[in-house]
């Protein structure tokens, strides 16, 4: 069982680009996340999903998309990136959308946008 | 709003000596509290959490943790530290659908 996987491990991005970040998980969760993890500031969350066909904005939402077409996939899109949104993404999932949910985190994504 | 504080960026601990690390929460509600380990160039692992009842907490590798709501801290303990257990621990509060993470306490461990 792989649990979560995301792609790329890590890129670089040239400012203006569009850029998808995939996540993947095989637990059949019902709830999908997206963090971005910045030295100092922990993490901070980004978008979420309840269940699939359903989004919702997190903390930092701004320049970032989300879609959650089936259970399984929740990706990330940067319409056109800027220097700022050079972080560590991380993908998470959990069973149910409650607050007591543990959540499981995929090995992250490294963005390095110039 | 709801926020975590963790305090301590960085703590040094020689292995077999005794831990605490500190979390403060801010939330209008009765809490649900985690304390999440990452190693190096890894995602994150939850080690404890608290939503109610007792209020001393045990997880996994030797980890516990203790709500205080008086003083509105979520602090993890471990009393032997090994070197395995050198990472960063993140603290965070669950507020429905919502995950709020603290900047992290990065553990560093002497032979």
């Known amino acids: 069982i792989a649990g979560i996987t995301q792609a790329p491990t890590s890129q670089i991005l040239a400012a203006g680009r569009r850029m998808t970040l995939r996540c993947t998980q095989d637990?059949?969760?019902?709830?999908m996340y997206w963090y971005r993890q910045d030295l100092g500031l922990g993490l901070r969350l980004i978008h979420y999903?309840?269940?699939?066909?359903?989004?919702g904005k997190g903390e930092v939402p701004d320049g970032y998309s989300v879609s959650r077409a089936n259970t399984d996939d929740f990706p990330l899109t940067l319409a056109s990136a800027v220097p700022s949104q050079t972080s560590v993404y991380f993908c998470?999932?959990?069973?149910?959308?409650?607050?007591?949910?543990?959540?499981?985190f995929g090995p992250g994504t490294r963005l390095l946008v110039l | 709003a709801q926020s975590v504080t963790q305090p301590d960026i960085h703590i040094t601990v020689s292995e077999g000596a005794s831990l605490e690390l500190r979390c403060n929460y801010s939330?209008?509600?009765?809490?649900?509290l985690f304390w999440y380990v990452q190693s190096p160039g890894q995602g994150l692992q939850l080690l404890l959490k608290?939503?109610?009842?007792?209020?001393l907490v045990q997880g996994i590798k030797g980890f516990e943790a203790e709500f205080k709501r008086s003083q509105s801290s979520f602090n993890l303990r471990k009393p032997s530290v090994h070197w395995s257990d050198a990472a960063e621990y993140f603290c965070a509060v669950g507020d429905f659908n919502k995950f709020y993470f603290g900047s992290g306490t990065k553990l560093n461990v002497k032979p």
């Open positions: 998470a999932s959990s069973e149910g959308s409650g607050s007591s949910e543990t959540q499981y």
């Open positions: 939330y209008g509600a009765t809490p649900y």
């Open positions: 999903s309840n269940t699939a066909g359903t989004t």
């Open positions: 637990m059949r969760h019902n709830a």
């Open positions: 608290y939503f109610s009842g007792d209020t």
